[in-house]
């Protein structure tokens, strides 16, 4: 059996727990032996992204020690996939220690999650169960810097009464880009608002992307705005499951979780 490490990222650590459930929930259910490393910190795309390269020093060492003995590395999220990916490398070399450069390079590969559904286990009907129209945000990371392509929406499509609709200016960013939200806020605001716009325009219940930092943006814009309009991350969709009722159940008693369109998310304030 395939063992993979969980990195389950900081913001989804904090804030958005889910995540990480419904990720463990959906590669157990196709056969993958899942591990939760309790070493695991920070990536250190805080610090790269914003040129304290010295700073990530200790955080990519953290990650090689913590995910050491896999087979390889599973993240919902592209933006710290293609962190741990592209930028650990460039951090290993400045610091100039044989060990850690040497360690990075024998690390297990890092995969955003669609990736390894698509690429590894070759699975696109992942047996998932959602009647709900939905539209799908591409996130800058996992488009640019990873190039996952159409593999998220080849997922969604597959699922079991799951209406896609194509979201107008898809490849557009949605104006949070991490510290660029706090130091160009009302830029990235107007970005946001041009999302929200076109996710409205499709008439989806749900706007799906594979980055919780993401979703918590635009989610805020769309629960501001009262659109009615929820967010979910891929995982959390993929994981649904057909509601099983037995013969003694009333009709529509269902007693498998996820077939609802969750509540609003508490956005921060």
């Given at each position: 059996m395939t063992r993979v490490?969980?990195?389950?990222?900081?913001?989804?650590?904090?804030?958005?727990?889910?995540?990480?459930?419904?990720?463990?929930?959906?590669?157990?259910?196709?056969?993958?032996?899942?591990?939760?490393?309790?070493?695991?910190?920070?990536?250190?795309?805080?610090?790269?992204?914003?040129?304290y390269l010295d700073e990530a020093v200790p955080l990519v060492r953290n990650h090689v020690d913590a995910f050491?003995?896999?087979?390889?590395?599973?993240?919902?999220?592209?933006?710290?996939?293609?962190?741990?990916?592209?930028?650990?490398?460039?951090?290993?070399?400045?610091s100039g220690d044989p060990g850690l450069i040497r360690g990075v390079a024998q690390a297990p590969p890092v995969y955003e999650l669609s990736e390894y559904l698509v690429d590894v286990l070759g699975a696109e009907d992942v047996g998932a169960y959602f009647p709900h129209r939905v539209t799908y945000h591409p996130t800058c990371h996992s488009l640019r810097m990873l190039g996952?392509?159409?593999?998220?929406?080849?997922?969604?499509?597959?699922?079991?009464?799951?209406?896609?609709?194509?979201?107008?200016?898809?490849?557009?960013?949605?104006?949070?880009?991490?510290?660029?939200a706090v130091k160009n806020a009302e830029t990235s605001i107007a970005m946001g608002n041009d999302k929200a716009r076109h996710v409205q325009e499709t008439g989806a219940e749900v706007l799906v992307a594979g980055d919780n930092s993401c979703l918590m943006h635009v989610g805020g814009l769309l629960s501001r705005q009262r659109s009615g309009?929820?967010?979910?991350?891929?995982?959390?969709?993929?994981?649904?499951?057909?509601?099983?009722?037995?013969?003694?159940?009333?009709?529509?008693?269902a007693r498998s979780a996820g077939t609802a369109v969750p509540q609003k998310r508490e956005q921060l304030r």
């Open positions: 490490g969980l990195m389950v990222t900081c913001i989804n650590d904090a804030l958005f727990p889910d995540t990480g459930k419904a990720v463990v929930t959906l590669l157990r259910r196709l056969g993958v032996e899942v591990e939760f490393p309790a070493a695991q910190t920070c990536c250190g795309q805080p610090m790269t992204n914003t040129g050491s003995g896999c087979d390889a590395i599973i993240a919902p999220s592209g933006s710290c996939a293609g962190s741990v990916r592209h930028q650990h490398g460039m951090v290993a070399q400045r996952v392509g159409d593999r998220p929406t080849r997922l969604l499509r597959a699922v079991r009464g799951l209406t896609l609709a194509e979201l107008p200016g898809a490849a557009e960013c949605c104006g949070f880009g991490g510290t660029f309009v929820r967010v979910m991350h891929l995982a959390e969709v993929l994981a649904q499951t057909e509601p099983v009722i037995s013969s003694g159940d009333r009709a529509g008693d």
